[in-house]
């Protein structure tokens, strides 16, 4: 495992943050493949360059997530959310679904609550931001079942937003 971070580090310190973009991308496909383990290991070696990217860092997140690593994740997620700015909201979303998996729904529903506040109080949401306060109305749609008409209007107008994005129509979907 050494071998492959330091190689993995000597890759990433060759295309380093000029293109994280093209790093993203190479982690969300390991990813859609299911080979969490391999992208976390290349999303450390990422972390090491670019500590403070929010995108990176919450990817990581996901990751622990996923592979049921519930105390990493929160302490990922919690770390985006203390940077504040981009993925501020998928964060508070992501921290919403650990606590679910933990059982700490009280404090799943606040977080959702919290997300939902922002779209009334936010100008011009985001496509990220659109997904993450759908996603909250969804899951907040099992106490009203109103909201899950909410979740689709804020879902599509998160496609409208960013019509190459998969999750929104994903999402739209399984609605």
């Known amino acids: 495992m050494k071998s492959i971070l330091a190689l993995l580090l000597l890759i990433c310190t060759q295309s380093a943050l000029a293109n994280v973009e093209t790093v993203l991308e190479r982690l969300q496909a390991l990813a859609m493949a299911g080979d969490y383990e391999k992208a976390i290991e290349q999303n450390i070696a990422e972390l090491v ?3 403070d990217n929010p995108r990176l860092l919450n990817l990581l997140g996901e990751f622990r997530l996923e592979t049921g690593d519930l105390d990493a994740a929160e302490n990922q997620f919690k770390q985006v959310i203390d940077l504040s700015g981009a993925n501020r909201l998928t964060a508070t979303m992501n921290l ?4 679910l998996r933990k059982g700490a729904l009280q404090q799943a529903e606040t977080l959702f609550h919290q997300i939902r506040s922002v779209y009334s109080s936010q100008l011009k949401p985001g496509a990220e931001d659109l997904f993450a306060i759908a996603s909250a109305t969804q899951y907040l749609g099992k ?3 109103q909201l899950f008409k909410e979740a689709v209007q804020i879902y599509t107008e998160a496609q409208r937003v960013n019509p190459s994005s998969l999750d929104a129509q994903i999402a739209l979907g399984e609605l």
């Open 143 to 145: 106490y009203n079942p």
């Open 96 to 99: 919403a679904k650990v606590y």
């Open 49 to 51: 360059i670019a500590q």
